[in-house]
């Protein structure tokens, strides 16, 4: 396995954000973090990232406990759209060359090749905010690849883009998956998308549902967890 | 002897420089730090009036602590309610108003119309000194630290997590502002110095490709307005201070940023 998280309990301004939530994630695989808002999320991401302070629990990568400094250099986190200030006056060339400011050692693309990789390639020289918000999206993705980390935690990057850049989207992080990188992806969606990812876990301060998508559906249905999730 | 020409050095350094750092903290979302330490230096000011010691100085130590102050109390999520905007604006106020108190307290004269408008045409060396230091500091900062303010600025988020050192770039940055501040005093005063540091970067970063490109076209900007209100205050048929010409030249940039947005 490659990472391992078990009975990890995480507080946020004195409330209890996620509660003895355990699971784990192969090499090479591409999983989707499901729940309501409020479900805790993007702090299990950022917990994971060493970006929050951990309660109880623990988080293993390769069988060595995550302390920020491998975290830092194991792991890419993909922050929320609106984390970034996308009117910043900067290229996206530039963009994804700050990934490269983190690496102790190259990442699997220089930015040339992390372009290609998510189809932004000729776009380089292009301001950030002229872009469309999938294309933005796929920027960051395209950031995360130039880091040398070979587990990428997305929080949410299908949100509020079109379907046609969803599609684009999921289609470049089942590359990367099939090119050995190992994905968490945090998502709101419950559709059909679903069975673009291997695996689902389905978060609701705690793991209630964690299997393929169609087996996360069966077992959704049996908790009549669905309706309240699925808005 | 060109009586002029010193003031107008002095006004053409503080023109570029307010712009470089007000663009810095545009782009981190924190100018509103500017306009707090800009009424945080007063303190520091009248103490070391008191005790006899560079009044810059204490400036610079009054002004950063108003604003690590005004940080410790925020929470940085009250976004919504206004909370840390009331936090922000109730130090300056309070720092204000105790440096005011100073004055009277330890018995000293300080003449605070020049202090908060700026006395371009009185500037001696020293001023001159304080503001190539400011200055020096700026090009410090961003020549060893450029990268990491850009990611800091487009992803903070992304920045810690990529291990960059954030608390200790805004603590720099905070310095730096400090100095720029404390370094604009006689040229447009602290109060005045907050349109030259924003107006200018709201211009400049309109289309600008990175944040290089609009340090540079920012103050180049500050530059010309700086010099230009110079120019025309002490024209015998005008006759006014420079520094709230300068101030109000900088809101007629306002309206040309305005238009270049759309």
């Avoid at chain 1, 999938?134 to 993705?141: F, H, I, M």
């Avoid at chain 1, 709101?188 to 695996?199: E, I, S, T």
């Avoid at chain 1, 689902?200 to 999730?229: E, F, I, S, Y």
């Amino acid at each position: 396995m490659a990472l391992v998280v078990s009975n990890l309990s995480v507080g946020r301004n004195g409330d209890q954000v996620l509660d003895a939530v355990s699971f784990s994630l192969e090499s090479g695989s591409l999983t989707a973090l499901v729940g309501p808002n409020g479900a805790g999320k993007s702090t299990l991401l950022q917990a994971i990232a060493g970006q929050l302070p951990i309660g109880s629990g623990t988080v293993e990568l390769h069988g060595a406990t995550l302390l920020p400094a491998l975290a830092r250099r194991e792991l890419a986190l993909m922050p929320q759209r609106g984390e970034i200030a996308w009117d910043f006056p900067i290229t996206v060339g530039e963009l994804v060359d700050l990934g490269r400011l983190v690496a102790a050692r190259p990442g699997c693309c220089d930015v040339e090749a992390a372009l290609q990789r998510v189809g932004l390639v000729g776009l380089a020289d292009r301001r950030l905010d002229q872009l469309s918000g999938g294309q933005q999206q796929r920027a960051l993705l395209a950031r995360t690849l130039v880091q040398p980390a070979q587990i990428l935690l997305l929080d949410e990057p299908c949100a509020a883009i079109d379907p046609p850049s969803r599609t684009a989207l999921l289609k470049v992080m089942g590359q990367l998956r099939d090119a050995g990188l190992t994905l968490l992806v945090s998502s709101h969606d419950w559709g059909l998308d679903l069975d673009a990812y291997d695996r689902v876990l389905v978060l609701d301060r705690t793991v209630l549902a964690d299997g393929t998508p169609g087996q996360v559906r069966q077992a959704l249905g049996d908790l009549r967890v669905g309706n309240h999730c699925c808005g | 002897m060109l009586w002029w020409l010193q003031p107008l050095i002095l006004a053409l350094l503080v023109g570029a420089l307010c712009p470089l750092s007000g663009t810095l903290l545009l782009v981190q979302r924190r100018l509103f730090q500017a306009n707090l330490i800009s009424h945080a230096v007063l303190p520091g000011l009248a103490l070391a009036v008191a005790l006899r010691l560079d009044p810059g100085v204490g400036g610079v130590v009054s002004g950063v602590a108003g604003a690590l102050l005004a940080e410790q109390l925020s929470r940085g999520d009250r976004g919504s309610d206004g909370g840390d905007e009331a936090v922000l604006n109730t130090v300056l106020a309070g720092f204000l108003g105790l440096g005011v108190l100073l004055i009277p307290l330890l018995h000293i004269r300080v003449d605070l119309e020049a202090v908060l408008f700026g006395d371009l045409l009185a500037a001696g060396a020293s001023d001159l000194v304080r503001t190539l230091v400011a200055f020096a500091a700026v090009l410090l900062l961003l020549g060893l630290r450029y990268r990491q303010l850009v990611y800091l600025g487009v992803d903070p988020m992304g920045a810690a997590a990529a291990g960059l050192p954030v608390r200790r770039l805004r603590l720099l940055l905070t310095l730096v502002t400090a100095f720029t501040v404390v370094s604009a005093m006689s040229a447009v005063g602290v109060v005045l110095v907050i349109a030259l540091m924003g107006a200018p970067a709201l211009l400049a970063l309109t289309g600008a490709l990175s944040l290089r490109q609009a340090l540079v076209r920012s103050a180049a900007l500050g530059l010309v307005i700086s010099g230009a209100g110079f120019g025309l205050a002490i024209q015998p048929a005008i006759n006014l201070p420079p520094g709230p010409l300068i101030g109000v030249l900088c809101m007629g940039l306002l309206p040309l940023a305005a238009l270049r947005r759309r």
